[in-house]
């Protein structure tokens, strides 16, 4: 069964990092686009990060040089590590996986993407 998990959200202070995880069962990992999404409250998910299968990679503007998306291939996970976090970047993170595999480029845009995980909480103190 297809299923997508995030862990490794968690409280940090400023400045501090955290690495999301995102294990993906049942897809066929290697040759899907995958992204990392946040949400605010009351607002609409805002890409932050996707990855092709030909491993081009995408990144918003307010987290170029902070955020690092990587995937294993080996192990079906995606990962997120932010550093130089920052309070801005308080939200729910999710992933999301195009399982019909249309993407031909790492797509920030989450109307693109299928399948959704749970989401982790991620929230950074001034």
């Known amino acids: 069964q297809e299923h997508l998990k995030e862990s490794g959200g968690g409280s940090v202070q400023s400045g501090g990092s955290l690495k999301l995880s995102c294990a993906a069962s049942g897809y066929t990992y290697s040759t899907s686009c995958m992204g990392w999404f946040r949400q605010y409250p009351a607002r609409e998910r805002e890409g932050v990060a996707a990855?092709?299968?030909?491993?081009?990679?995408s990144y918003a503007d307010s987290v170029k040089g902070r955020f690092t998306i990587s995937q294993d291939n080996i192990k079906n996970t995606l990962y997120l590590q932010m550093n130089s976090l920052k309070p801005d970047d308080t939200a729910m993170y999710y992933c999301?996986?195009?399982?019909?595999?249309?993407?031909?480029?790492?797509?920030?845009?989450?109307?693109?993407?299928?399948?959704w995980g749970q989401g982790t909480q991620v929230t950074v103190s001034s």
């Open positions: 999301a996986i195009d399982r019909a595999q249309r993407l031909k480029y790492p797509s920030l845009e989450s109307f693109h993407y299928t399948d």
């Open positions: 990855i092709n299968s030909d491993g081009s990679i």
